[in-house]
């Protein structure tokens, strides 16, 4: 602000001021003279004598208005400002943008409204004018919210979490057990800065208090920057921040693309793994921050912006995508319908995979930072921001959202009074207009057959209707523990696979009330052996016929998949029906089915002496018969290893 003014100051030139005055010009320059000097109480004192010498002397009051301005004075800011625009209105069309400003940030809404459209009327400047455009619709947005409260009680989290340090940016895994957040410590070994980030972790105790916070001591490093991380719903990957010191290295070790980057760290039983860099296309020379990873443990929306002296600008939302290959897509940015010319933070992707909640200063809102929410279109673009209304945003600077699975409890960080000091961590129930879709979750444990041991697997579930991967990930190798989130209501196919072993197959209505605690597998991988068999539960044929449905898709390549992958392994497909009906009828029908597995899979290449179909019609059943639940386990196609 301070060259600001000066740049204004030495364009005004002996003989071209608004007065005539010598004394009030002399006291004027000398104000300009401090100013210089960056002596701000004698610039104040002689820019006030020099307006009290001439009542009808401008640059004075401009100077005084904005110094007022900087020093946070916006009473007075506003009295200098209103003065000039009585004075002379087209003198410095600025300080009437500066005025609208200023009422908006302090509630004044019809008078603000009022001087951002006589503004528009004097301005050509495209930047300014779209400023003053969007301070339109914030007034008429604004005046409407204030009158239509959304329900809105946050609670502290309490000293388990906060303390009198600032805590911000959480994030929670799917079962909403354990907390993940950023803590700004005093660190007084770090020159110039005197503090760092780092992360600290709280499990919620069988009470549903959170318990005591902790350091991740192999995440966080004892003297550099850490912060705002994402988990994967099950809790085993995080990607965060690491921002790097002036010669590009993050504490002298790794390097950097960026000022800032992301970088990944994975959960083995209780221990984390070093970060690894994302590097390009992901990170850049760019500034890369604030990841929020969705429930498919595939794609990855973050902010990148551009570092420039006076911190960050230009920031938008991207999104890339994990590829087969393991490598990550380029970055692509969001519409228009998120992304503004101004600046977006704070993403995040809800476990719905729909529900994107962000910050922006760019659409309708209080003025500074809002949170809106955008719902993803059935075309995959991303719907119109939603603001979330007062006294969720406010006039100061609201970010740090997280919306726990439920969609019924967020969580984000503010230094409102009564707290423990700073910017401490709140939850409030958020109000059902808000809320993401249903989100279930399943969690379960990847064993050997044969001898029990846990077993590290790839976990995959496949919405059955759209036949695209819905979640995914990765057991615990030591545990052999997963966990995964996914949309209620739905129908969805499970696989699940590791390197020598067959693919485990199942299918599973998620209800839409389903249960709090979440559903519970038990998944036990066969070794790829001889006489090893499994059942391909997500196989489907239309009632007595043969013709595979597209549902079945997942499946058959899951299962030309696993032939490629051994190119020695010879299987037989088995076909099963129930006993309903007459017996050759099913004996053929099963026979049928079998081959027509088997047709489909050599017509992706397999070579046909590898896979051998037999029908058995309905004289291996697995269950009774007696039962539509029996008949239907009973109606299966089996993989078994010759």
């Not at 979490?161 to 909403?176: G, H, L, M, Q, R």
């Not at 199942?506 to 009330?513: G, I, K, M, T």
């Amino acid at each position: 602000m301070v060259a600001v003014l000066i740049i204004w100051s030495a364009s005004a030139q002996p003989g071209g001021y608004s007065t005539t005055d010598k004394k009030a010009i002399k006291q004027y320059e000398s104000g300009v003279e401090c100013m210089r000097q960056q002596r701000a109480a004698c610039a104040k004192s002689e820019f006030t004598k020099a307006a009290a010498a001439d009542d009808r002397f401008v640059e004075p009051r401009i100077m005084l208005a904005e110094i007022a301005e900087q020093e946070g004075d916006d009473t007075a800011a506003m009295k200098y400002y209103r003065e000039v625009m009585s004075i002379a209105p087209r003198f410095f069309p600025v300080a009437q943008l500066h005025l609208a400003d200023l009422e908006f940030r302090n509630g004044q809404y019809a008078e603000a409204e009022r001087n951002y459209k006589g503004y528009l009327e004097k301005e050509q400047e495209p930047q300014r004018k779209a400023r003053a455009r969007l301070g339109i619709e914030n007034c008429a947005f604004a005046s409407r919210a204030i009158q239509q409260p959304v329900p809105f009680e946050p609670k502290n989290l309490g000293p388990a979490v906060n303390s009198s340090d600032p805590e911000y940016y959480p994030c929670i895994t799917a079962d909403d057990a354990t907390l993940i957040y950023t803590r700004r410590v005093k660190a007084p070994e770090i020159p110039i800065y005197g503090m760092q980030e780092d992360f600290y972790v709280s499990n919620r105790g069988t009470d549903g208090e959170w318990q005591p916070a902790r350091t991740i001591p192999t995440v966080s490093t004892s003297a550099y920057n850490e912060g705002a991380g994402t988990l994967t719903p099950d809790g085993r990957f995080i990607i965060f921040t690491k921002c790097a010191l002036e010669d590009g290295s993050y504490g002298g070790v790794l390097r950097g693309l960026g000022s800032c980057d992301l970088f990944i760290s994975r959960r083995v039983g209780e221990r984390w793994s070093p970060p690894e860099n994302l590097g390009p296309p992901v990170n850049s020379m760019n500034w890369e921050s604030q990841p929020s990873m969705a429930s498919d443990g595939r794609t990855l929306y973050f902010v990148r912006g551009r570092r420039t002296g006076n911190g960050v600008s230009d920031m938008d939302i991207y999104t890339t995508a994990l590829q087969a290959d393991g490598t990550w897509s380029k970055p692509e940015k969001l519409g228009p319908n998120v992304n503004t010319p101004y600046q977006e933070e704070s993403v995040q992707i809800h476990p719905d995979g729909r529900t994107l909640y962000f910050s922006s200063n760019g659409h309708p809102g209080f003025g500074g930072l809002d949170i809106f929410v955008s719902r993803m279109q059935d075309d995959g673009t991303w719907g119109k921001a939603l603001n979330l209304g007062y006294p969720i945003n406010s006039g100061a600077d609201e970010n740090s959202l997280l919306v726990g699975a439920d969609g019924r409890i967020a969580y984000f960080a503010s230094d409102r009074p009564g707290g423990l000091g700073d910017l401490d961590l709140y939850s409030f129930e958020l109000y059902p207009e808000a809320r993401p879709l249903a989100v279930g979750f399943i969690r379960g444990k990847v064993t050997d057959r044969t001898n029990g041991q846990p077993v590290e697997a790839d976990v995959e579930l496949l919405d059955l209707t759209t036949g695209k991967l819905a979640t995914a990930a990765y057991s615990d190798p030591k545990t052999g523990e997963f966990l995964v989130c996914l949309p209620t209501g739905r129908s969805y196919a499970l696989n699940t696979g590791a390197e020598g072993y067959l693919f485990f197959s199942e299918n599973y209505d998620v209800a839409a009330n389903a249960p709090k605690e979440g559903i519970t597998l038990d998944v036990r991988l066969s070794p790829l052996t001889a006489g090893s068999c499994i059942t391909l539960r997500n196989i489907f044929f239309n009632t007595a016929s043969y013709e595979l449905l597209p549902a079945s898709n997942a499946e058959l390549d899951k299962l030309v998949q696993l032939l490629r992958s051994n190119p020695t392994l010879r299987i037989e497909l088995g076909g099963h029906t129930d006993n309903v009906g007459n017996d050759a009828a099913n004996q053929k029908l099963s026979e049928q089915r079998a081959n027509a597995v088997r047709d489909h899979v050599e017509s992706k290449g397999i070579d046909g002496a590898r896979v051998t179909a037999k029908g058995y019609g309905e004289t291996v059943p697995v269950a009774t018969n007696d039962t539509e639940e029996g008949r239907a386990q009973n109606r299966r196609t089996e993989v078994r290893v010759l």
